[in-house]
């Protein structure tokens, strides 16, 4: 099955600064990477995908890159505000059922 | 907006006791996922479910059953709740195939087995 890796776990940097989060993957069939991110009390939610016939995509202050070569991604957040402090997920299909989701990266903006 | 609801945010339970998890959905999506959340392991599918009375396996599934008798509901059934199983419960859903869809969370429940 498909195994995700996420880095780091925690990540703190100060407001304005850009954040990095990585995963790897070891499914080369997999096709689709999407990001998640889940606010204290709710679930994850959607905030960026990114399909294997891409390398890079944009919206606004967040971007997603994906290395196919290498089996990478990763999640770009630049001039972080209080608002994105929160923990994020990567995931990446098992070429079955189902996501398999990494660990999560607790994002911390400080002010 | 896709509407992923929970019956319940925060459930307290006694050791044996049989526990059931609810989720419902508005959009007609055809597949729906339960998942539990720990610290550290992050989310991990218990069960999953592609259509009506049918369902499969995920990836930790012992302790645990579901339910599908309508395609808007989906439960999670902890037989004889243990306390290894307190922990967050996500229900989640998938319009077509996973593997190129979004999937929509709903809000989690809260499970603390005594």
């Known amino acids: 099955g498909e195994n995700v890796e996420q880095h780091p776990s925690t990540l703190s940097v100060q407001e304005g600064d850009s954040a990095v989060i990585k995963c790897t993957y070891s499914?080369?069939?997999?096709?689709?990477f999407p990001w998640y991110k889940q606010e204290l009390g709710k679930g994850p939610q959607l905030i960026i995908d990114?399909?294997?016939?891409?390398g890079e995509k944009k919206d606004q202050r967040i971007a997603v890159t994906l290395n196919k070569t290498a089996k990478h991604f990763s999640l770009h957040i630049t001039e972080t505000q209080p608002e994105d402090s929160a923990v994020y997920f990567c995931?990446?299909?098992?070429?079955?059922?189902?996501?398999?989701f990494g660990k999560g990266t607790h994002l911390i903006i400080q002010p | 907006d896709v509407k992923v609801t929970q019956s319940s945010r925060y459930l307290v339970k006694r050791t044996g006791e049989k526990v059931f998890l609810e989720c419902v959905q508005d959009?007609?999506?055809?597949?729906m996922f339960w998942y539990r959340q720990d610290p550290g392991l992050g989310l991990r599918l218990i069960y999953f479910s592609y259509d009506v009375k049918m369902k499969e396996k995920g990836d930790i599934p012992e302790g645990y059953s579901v339910s599908r008798e309508k395609k808007e509901r989906f439960s999670l059934i902890l037989e004889s709740a243990s306390t290894n199983q307190t922990s967050m419960y996500l229900c989640?859903?998938?319009?077509?195939?996973?593997?190129?869809?979004?999937?929509?969370f709903g809000p989690g429940t809260r499970l603390l087995v005594l």
């Open positions: 995931a990446a299909p098992p070429g079955a059922d189902g996501l398999t």
């Open positions: 989640a859903t998938v319009a077509g195939r996973v593997g190129g869809e979004t999937q929509y």
């Open positions: 990114i399909r294997s016939n891409v």
């Open positions: 959009m007609d999506h055809e597949n």
């Open positions: 499914d080369s069939a997999s096709n689709y």
